[in-house]
């Protein structure tokens, strides 16, 4: 969530850092139940085509494939050639990299982005404390998760008394620093890497994955 700028609400906005705000138009093309999947699981599990999405989510390609148009119409995802898949049977798409913000109930949105706003942002807490759970379960669980990844794995809370003033310092300043060293891993692909989700907690996430080494 971010401060109101008094640019125009139909435009996106980058911040100083780097970060995309999307319009408000992208928001309320966003705010649909498979568009909010969708736009997960290619910020989670890379690249995907329409029809591995649909295998994924349990909806027919015709139907991902709309939506992800629609996505790609509001800039936020692309087509990308994926090295190794042939080209010309199937469109590859990808969550267009970079730290993305939605307007949040901070600014002074119209009713029916307010509305968006409030629905995606409440899905992407949903997406979150799911992907812990999940973590959670998969540590526990014995077989689907090693014991050196849940160890590199972490979940920190602080509980403190603040003023909104302190508060807003420690959110800038995490976020500074936090953001920087983050960055430094967008759009890599080492060997022996796997999904990881940092909210902070930082975990790895287990959807569609063989148990880690």
Excluded: C
């Amino acid at each position: 969530m971010s401060e109101d700028t008094g640019h125009d609400a139909t435009h996106e906005i980058t911040h100083p850092d780097g970060v995309r705000e999307i319009s408000t138009s992208a928001l309320k093309g966003l705010a649909h139940p498979l568009r909010m999947a969708i736009y997960d699981a290619l910020s989670t599990q890379g690249p995907q085509t329409a029809t591995s999405l649909a295998k994924r989510l349990g909806e027919s390609s015709g139907a991902t494939s709309y939506h992800l148009r629609q996505l790609a119409r509001h800039q936020l995802i692309r087509e990308v050639e994926v090295e190794g898949e042939r080209s010309g049977r199937e469109k590859w798409w990808e969550r267009i990299p970079g730290a993305m913000k939605v307007p949040g109930p901070e600014r002074d949105l119209d009713p029916s982005a307010r509305t968006a706003s409030s629905y995606v942002n409440r899905e992407f807490v949903r997406n979150q404390h799911r992907n812990f759970e999940d973590f959670i379960d998969a540590a526990y669980d014995g077989q689907r998760m090693s014991k050196s990844w849940i160890a590199a794995s972490v979940s920190e809370t602080s509980s403190l008394r603040l003023t909104k003033e302190q508060l807003a310092e420690i959110a800038a300043e995490f976020e500074r620093t936090t953001m920087a060293f983050i960055n430094k891993y967008r759009g890599r692909n080492d060997p022996g890497s796997r999904p990881v989700q940092i909210q902070f907690n930082a975990f790895p996430l287990t959807d569609g994955e063989e148990t880690p080494s």
